[in-house]
């Protein structure tokens, strides 16, 4: 790079970088290759994440007048910050990955993966079997925590020699997302939404594990939300070819975009789990897909696919940091928009035939009642631990969060494992909010059928093609809406309460 902060250059370089970041993880992911080979790439790009370009970018940003190149500057400064500290950390983020490939969970005479308790704990039928191999892999989780522990100490003493006061204050200068006052709107939140959970989530809860949530613990919840796969209607081989037919009809044909490539070809190392790679946003965008069946797998598909439309249409004239960089929920607005067509009737009756679509509906929404609220207490308890920046009692303030707003007993262990970098919480949680308006919105304007109504898909490509430029603030107010606003997942429930 020619000099610090030479602003054209670091973008060109950003640009360059994510691509062959992106890339390598989709072929990785993809089973075209047996190894992900990150390091080979950080150090090609070391300078643009070095301590004097982020000093560089730091003034800059601090001298910057124009909101609108304020908000350019800091979107890049978060960016180099973010990879700074992950290159501090490399050495044991690759140590703590090795320890986890190795490690086994002894139980019942069995030695268990550990990467695979997850997929054991929704398969396993009694409360005892679970409640033992979920006990057995925190023993194993506690041995790693003093590593993971070490992790945040490290980041929160980088950001402290940066001159932030706390992770806190460093999250909301550069993420720009509006912690404090987010926390205090899911506290409210977490009290308007909380008779969902008492009366039909504990009924959906007795039904599927034989007891209420109060009996159950974190263990059960696996099993609780357990997907199901057996429904011919949502037969693996069947998924993709009704959403081509549906992204036919509504004149985005997935394959007729020439930016989006399917993925779609069986590797016996291919991730399970449909992902979305977007190489070059508005180019070259890949869906990794490998369809088990299943409505849960729909839902992930289209989540997937969400992101797909989202970066393939975005105008890839954009800068990157208009492109790529800023909050997560961006993007997430989209994936969940079209991820929440799994709960549209009329969308599992048309395209899937669907004639219990109604019950399908219901059991997603309770899911997701849950989700969001995991969500809003995982962010109070990540506020509370970024905000002292020490570890100390925080995972008793975990689990006492957590089980206080999901009912669910939760165990200390996983506090620093159920823990994303920069509050991924409150992106969730902000474009939870947003997409319900935008929903809102798509569905006054043109019914419950919108999904298939050309002036729809009009608006949705207008939207997508600012990349992540707007903010859901400035994305709802493009709309004429004023957000994000928690009223409109209380909305969202409601039918639960009345149906229950
Ligand atoms: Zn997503």
New binding site residues.
């Given amino acids: 790079m020619s000099a610090p902060a030479d602003l054209d250059a670091f973008r060109r370089q950003a640009r360059a970088f994510i691509a062959d970041h992106v890339r390598e993880h989709y072929l990785y992911g993809s089973g075209q290759k047996d190894t992900l080979e990150l390091a080979p790439i950080f150090e090609r790009y070391a300078a643009l994440f070095a301590l004097d370009q982020l000093d560089a970018l730091r003034a800059r940003l601090d001298a910057a007048q124009d909101p609108n190149e304020r908000e350019s500057i800091r979107r890049l400064h978060a960016f180099a910050l973010d990879q700074h500290i992950q290159a501090r950390l490399r050495p044991m983020t690759e140590e703590l990955a090795a320890r986890q490939g190795k490690a086994t969970v002894r139980w019942r005479g069995e030695d268990v993966p550990y990467a695979q308790v997850a997929t054991r704990l929704r398969t396993l039928p009694t409360r005892e079997e679970r409640g033992e191999l979920f006990a057995a892999r925190g023993a194993v989780e506690r041995a790693m925590d003093p590593l993971r522990g070490r992790m945040w100490q490290e980041t929160w003493s980088t950001l402290r020699g940066l001159g932030y006061a706390s992770y806190l204050e460093a999250a909301e200068a550069t993420t720009g997302m509006p912690l404090r006052g987010l926390a205090a709107e899911m506290r409210q939140f977490l009290e308007d939404s909380r008779t969902m959970l008492e009366g039909p989530l504990d009924e959906y809860c007795m039904a599927r594990t034989g007891v209420g949530l109060a009996q159950c613990t974190q263990a059960d919840m696996p099993f609780l939300f357990r997907p199901t796969s057996d429904d011919p209607l949502f037969a693996a081989g069947r998924l993709l070819i009704r959403l081509e037919i549906w992204t036919s009809e509504a004149g985005i044909p997935l394959r007729g975009t020439p930016a989006i490539h399917v993925d779609d070809v069986p590797r016996p190392k291919k991730r399970d789990r449909a992902f979305c790679a977007p190489v070059v946003a508005g180019r070259e965008v890949y869906v990794n897909v490998k369809p088990i069946g299943g409505v849960s797998d729909l839902a992930v598909l289209l989540?997937?696919l969400?992101?797909a439309y989202h970066y393939a249409f975005a105008d890839p004239a954009l800068d990157v940091e208009w492109l790529y960089l800023g909050e997560s929920s961006q993007?997430?607005i989209f994936?969940f928009l079209f991820n929440q067509l799994a709960e549209n009737v009329e969308f599992l009756q048309r395209f899937f035939g669907a004639f219990n679509a109604a019950a399908i509906r219901g059991d997603l929404m309770l899911a997701r009642v849950f989700g969001v609220r995991r969500m809003a207490a995982k962010l109070l308890y990540e506020i509370q631990l970024h905000e002292q920046c020490s570890l100390e009692g925080m995972d008793q303030v975990y689990a006492d969060t957590l089980t206080r707003h999901l009912r669910v007993r939760y165990a200390p262990e996983q506090y620093l494992i159920d823990l994303d970098p920069w509050f991924y919480s409150a992106g969730y949680l902000r474009a939870w909010m947003c997409e319900a308006q935008l929903r809102a919105y798509f569905e006054g304007a043109h019914g419950d059928e919108w999904f298939g109504e050309p002036e729809a898909v009009e608006t949705l490509k207008r939207l997508w093609g600012w990349g992540k430029t707007y903010r859901p603030e400035a994305l709802l107010a493009r709309l004429g809406l004023t957000g994000p606003d928690p009223a409109a997942l209380v909305q969202d429930f409601a039918p639960l309460v009345s149906a229950g």
Avoid: R
């Fill in positions: 989540h997937e969400g992101h993007s997430e994936a």
